[in-house]
Structure formats: structure tokens, C-alpha cells
């Protein structure tokens, strides 16, 4: 099977082309006392910002990082996506910062919000730096990207899912996702165990004591000390949980990383 990148994993459950068009939508709508963002930016911010080298308005950026309105219908590369939204995040930073947007309309709202949750979705976060002003992108989860390159679609959705930032606080849904990951990860303990036998035995002990495999509040499976817990304290252990099932992931494909190594290593000592 092929391995398919997080872009791939997301476009087949939810649209990312469609988010694209929204966003554009919303930022060509959105009004700021009368204008657009891009046009607040090209008349108020861009020729005292530090960030636009020798550019001189938000349509010559586009063309030359080929996100414009045309680059979009034709559906931008995983690449351009993230010069699309990281663009976005320096206009909206630059009429929010420089300029000063105070009474947003809703559909300024709605495009900030677009943008982050497209962003979540990714698992991608802007990094503010203002003495410079602008706004890049980083990875937000660097263990929860891998993860889901390498294992099956099902699971990468689960994998991502799970980081998403609407889930905070939905203990309820965290522990049906970590339930699925909990089945990607048995078949593997034997060949982690050999690898790693504290992380294969460390996240086994989670998954069986924490109420997520069992039930860990009443009957036979009952710990007192799991039903004591705050919503708050189950939460963290279930976030522990999921970096943990993370680990195993990619610590399961060095292991076949390896093999592939070391037959190698066979083939040239020969």
C-alpha cells in the first residue's frame, strides 16, 4: 500500500479544495469599514511592512507565490496550500495589528475562523513573530503528521481527529478514538515489545487501566483511583494516551525501516 500524506488522508473525508473556496470567498466579502482585508492591506499596511521585500501589493504576493484566484480553481498543489493559508494569516495579522480592526462584520469573523480550522485540521499552527511582522506556518504536532503517514486511512483519520481542538474537552469522543487506535496498536505489541518493551507494555497498561478498554469506573474492572479522577485529570491521561499510541506507530515502522536495513547490509557484506 502507498503511503499517502496528510493532505491525501484529509481530501478524502473532507474537502480541502472546498475550505480553499470558502476562505477565498471570505476574504474577497469581508468588509473593513468599506473595504476588503487585501485592499486594507495594499492602501494601510504594505508599504511600511517589514515583511513584503520589494512587493507592492497583495496581487503581485499571490502571483509570484501562484495562489491567485485562478491558481485556486485549478486546485492548488499540498505545497501552495500552505502559501495560501499562510499568506492569509499575514493579511489578517497585518489588519488586525497594523491597521486595527475593531467592529469586525461576520464574515471577518468567519474567515478567521476558516482559516484555524483548516489549520487544526492540518495540523498546522501560525507563529507570531512581531518584531518582524509576519506569520508563519509550523506543524502543530509533529509526532501526530508522521503518524498518520504511516499508517492505514482509517486509522490517520482517527490519528488527526483526535488532535483536533473542538475534541478538548470531550472525554466522551477522545476515548472512542484512542478505542480505535487501541486496535491498530495490538497486532503490533509483539514486534514492539522486542523493540521497545517499555513503550509497548507502558501503553498497553494505559489503554487497559484508564476506562478506555474497559470499564474502568464500575464492575469487575472498577480502580478506584481511575473513578476518583476529574474530567479534567482523565482528559490529560488520555492525551498522554495518544502521544503514547503515536510513538508506537512510528516506533512499529523503524522496525520495518530497519529490516529493509539490515538486509542491506547483508546484500553489500556479502
Known sequence: MSRKNIFEILNEKTNIGSQINKIEILLSESSINGFTPEEIVDIECMRDWKARGRYTSCEEIRERLHITYTDIQKKLS???ILFYLEYVSNVIWLCNERYGVEDAEDEYIYLQENV?????D???????FADEEKVIL?????????AAEVVDPNTAYAVIEYNHHLLKGDIAEKQRILKILADKFEP???????????????????????????????GKNAIDYVKNLSDQELEEWYDETYQMLLLC????????RNKKINELKKVIEK
Open 138 to 146: 509550523v506543524e502543530k504536532n509533529a509526532a501526530m503528521t508522521a
Open 188 to 218: 503490533m505489541r509483539g514486534e514492539l515489545k522486542k523493540a521497545n518493551k517499555e513503550l509497548e507494555s507502558n501503553t498497553g497498561y494505559l489503554l487497559n487501566k484508564m476506562n478506555i478498554r474497559h470499564n474502568n469506573m464500575e
Open 249 to 256: 506507530f512510528l516506533e512499529y515502522e523503524n522496525i520495518e
Open 122 to 128: 492540518l495540523g498546522y499552527e501560525k507563529k507570531v
Open 78 to 80: 499540498d505545497e501552495h
Open 116 to 120: 484555524i480550522g483548516l489549520l487544526d
